[in-house]
């Protein structure tokens, strides 16, 4: 059974600082993984999706990695801003969990100006 | 721009009525999914289809039934709405070709309140 864990479950830093975000899983016969961003009382927005044969991707300020081996991925945020603040989800697409996505419980994070 | 519409994003209802949440996707998707989403729970997959008139039971299904006449509507019912099932309703969905290739596109939620 596949298991998505994001640690911590919140984070606050000051604006400017870079942002780490950490997503581990249990089983690494994974298809892809995605990152997710969910504003209070929204639906969830995809940020990135990686597959597993690549180790990275990239969008702007967004950059996540991926290490099927050791079961980790990180996402990492630019020069934070308060507009950043938000729940981020992980989500894991494997054949363990039957072609669907496993999510983590994401991490809440706040940028403070 | 693509898209999943969930018809309410706020709804309110009484105990034992029959509600129904509605979601239409506009990408051509095979697959779709419900979720509902609670504080410390996280989000738990209620049914899920993968095709016209198909459905299959996520992991907490009890409660609740699945519509899926067109490929592109996918109707969550609560047959007997019931307080426990205040919550915010997310509906998903992705394509079918190969093991989720591109991942899924959700919509913008429906926070169901029962009293």
């Known amino acids: 059974k596949q298991e998505v864990t994001q640690i911590p479950a919140a984070l606050s830093v000051p604006e400017g600082e870079n942002l780490v975000l950490n997503c581990s899983f249990t089983?690494?016969?994974?298809?892809?993984l995605q990152w997710f961003r969910q504003d209070p009382g929204k639906g969830l927005t995809s940020l990135l999706l990686i597959q597993s044969s690549q180790r990275e991707q990239t969008s702007g300020r967004l950059n996540a990695s991926l290490d099927k081996s050791s079961g980790r991925s990180t996402l990492y945020i630019a020069a934070s801003q308060p507009g950043d603040s938000a729940t981020y989800l992980c989500a894991v697409g494997s054949k363990a969990a039957g072609n669907k996505l496993t999510f983590g419980g994401g991490t809440r994070v706040l940028v403070k100006p | 721009d693509v898209k999943v519409t969930q018809s309410s994003r706020y709804l309110v209802k009484r105990t034992g009525e029959k509600v129904f949440l509605e979601c239409v996707q506009d990408m051509d998707h095979e697959n779709m999914f419900w979720y509902r989403q609670d504080p410390g729970l996280g989000l738990r997959l209620i049914y899920f289809?993968?095709?016209?008139?198909?459905?299959e039971k996520g992991d907490i299904p009890e409660g609740y039934s699945v519509s899926r006449e067109k490929k592109e509507r996918f109707s969550l019912i609560l047959e007997s709405a019931s307080t426990n099932q205040t919550s915010m309703y997310l509906c998903?969905?992705?394509?079918?070709?190969?093991?989720?290739?591109?991942?899924?596109?959700f919509g913008s939620g429906t926070r169901l309140t029962v009293v």
């Open positions: 089983d690494s016969a994974i298809y892809n």
């Open positions: 289809s993968y095709d016209v008139k198909m459905k």
């Open positions: 998903a969905s992705s394509l079918r070709q190969g093991p989720l290739l591109y991942g899924y596109t």
